[in-house]
């Protein structure tokens, strides 16, 4: 679903623009911590980690799908897999302060290789079992491979928060978010350059091959990143959980309904875009991989945009900022699905490059927002019960989104000179959604978030646009 911050000089405030007097959240930056020892291995596991899970869990699994003859439902279901699996984190939250953090995130990571290499053998089953049987295939195998992957995560968002201390999490967040999506744009990227149209079962075959060698350079760097103690009343011991706790703070209540909202919103989203696209739009699909990578070009710049910002502006603004950008990309899709907007390679990458820019910034904010809320002890499960509802909703919306598309398939009618079929009914779903979530961002509480029109101007104030005019 990561951030960093480059170093441009700060500019003086233009006399025209208006401003906001002893704002803490238009301060002047203060000289930035360095991040702790061990934390540059970190960022090469996350470009290794998604060099080799975009594979597994993005455009190229779905196109393998779909070459199988997988319906709207199946792709749904494997889209909603990955979150589907994390609800694991309940029952073995208990447990992660006896293994520790590191060993049991490095453990589950080395064990969910295992499913990629069967990955590798299941298109070479052309002529041995029929399309139906490797489908199925797929399914299992993908299964084992994020209920591990679901299991072990559970100690990530702890660890991570143990090893950065608070005042650089935004800084650190952005960082992480260039190495996860230049790891990710570069998948993409040699994945396009390698599919044909259409691609053999043996290109595919090649590309599980190389995701399972990427998953294994980035245990590499894993294990040389320090561990972070569990507190010390929780270390070494079963944890109860503290549900009722839990359930009764409010901030972390209201942090869940945006989670939730935002969930049903994207969830299947990457998945039915790649199969309007093919199915419906004809697009092959090396085209389909070059216009997808363009979301990893736009999640790199949030290295521009985010830098300080997110620590100085706080997490709700951008939140907001990024939901109104999202609503404006699912209307120009769902316009082009209705016909009024015709469908090419540029404007379909420029809408791809604006969801990267969007759902890193809000990935990002909310994952911030979401270590600033929870309390230090009783945290994994927090962090679980944060997970699981977020990770549930994602997992089960695609099912539904394509139960839905599955049942429309076929019916038209035109409305407000709109052709309206199964693809804008859905963009048109996503909308909706979009603005329950802007609903619920409203109530998020914050201690030391600016407010948007403080955003807006610090946005305005360090626009790369004004220093080009000037120059």
Request: one cysteine or more; hydrophobic letters at 55%.
């Amino acid at each position: 679903m990561r951030r960093s911050r480059v170093g441009v000089s700060e500019r003086p405030l233009d006399q025209s623009l208006p401003t906001v007097a002893h704002s803490p959240a238009l301060s002047d930056h203060a000289a930035k911590p360095k991040f702790p020892g061990g934390i540059q291995s970190l960022f090469w596991f996350f470009f290794l980690n998604f060099l080799s899970c975009q594979i597994i869990m993005d455009s190229p699994i779905f196109l393998y799908a779909e070459s199988l003859g997988a319906s709207a439902t199946v792709i749904g279901l494997i889209a909603g897999m990955t979150p589907l699996m994390v609800v694991f984190q309940i029952p073995v939250a208990a447990h992660v302060g006896r293994w520790g953090y590191k060993l049991f995130i490095t453990t589950g990571w080395s064990l969910r290789l295992v499913f990629v290499f069967g990955l590798v053998f299941v298109p070479l089953m052309d002529g041995v079992i029929n399309q139906q049987s490797q489908l199925a295939l797929v399914l299992v195998l993908l299964f084992a491979f994020n209920m591990v992957r679901g299991i072990a995560s559970c100690a990530w968002y702890p660890w991570i928060r143990g090893l950065i201390p608070e005042d650089i999490r935004g800084r650190y967040l952005t960082f992480e978010s260039a190495f996860v999506n230049a790891g990710s744009l570069v998948a993409f990227l040699l994945v396009a350059a390698y599919l044909g149209q259409p691609p053999t079962s043996g290109q595919f075959s090649v590309l599980f091959a190389f995701s399972c060698l990427a998953g294994a350079g980035s245990i590499y760097f894993i294990r040389r990143v320090p561990d972070a103690a569990p507190p010390s009343e929780e270390a070494g011991k079963k944890q109860e959980a503290p549900w009722a706790e839990i359930f009764a703070n409010q901030p972390f209540r209201k942090l869940l309904w945006v989670e939730l909202f935002m969930a049903i919103a994207l969830g299947g989203l990457a998945a039915f875009t790649v199969k309007y696209l093919k199915a419906e739009a004809g697009m092959q699909d090396n085209h389909i991989m070059l216009a997808s990578a363009a979301k990893f070009v736009g999640a790199l710049g949030t290295l521009w945009f985010l830098k300080s910002r997110l620590d100085r502006m706080g997490s709700r603004p951008i939140i907001f900022f990024g939901l109104a950008i999202g609503l404006v990309c699912v209307a120009v899709f769902g316009l082009i699905a209705g016909g009024v907007v015709p469908i090419n390679f540029f404007a379909v990458t420029g809408l791809y490059f604006s969801f990267g820019f969007v759902l890193a910034s809000v990935t990002m904010s909310m994952t911030r927002l979401a270590m600033a809320t929870v309390p230090r002890l009783g945290s994994i499960h927090y962090f679980a019960v944060f997970a699981v509802v977020g990770n549930m909703a994602m997992g089960l919306s695609p099912m539904l989104w394509g139960l839905m598309i599955d049942i429309l398939s076929g019916r038209e009618w035109g409305w407000l000179g709109v052709e309206w079929n199964e693809y804008t009914i859905y963009f048109a779903g996503v909308a909706a959604v979009l603005m329950l979530t802007a609903l619920a961002t409203v109530r998020l509480e914050e201690a030391k978030a600016a407010r948007l029109n403080e955003f807006l101007i610090d946005l305005i104030r360090h626009s790369p646009l004004r220093y080009w005019m000037r120059n």
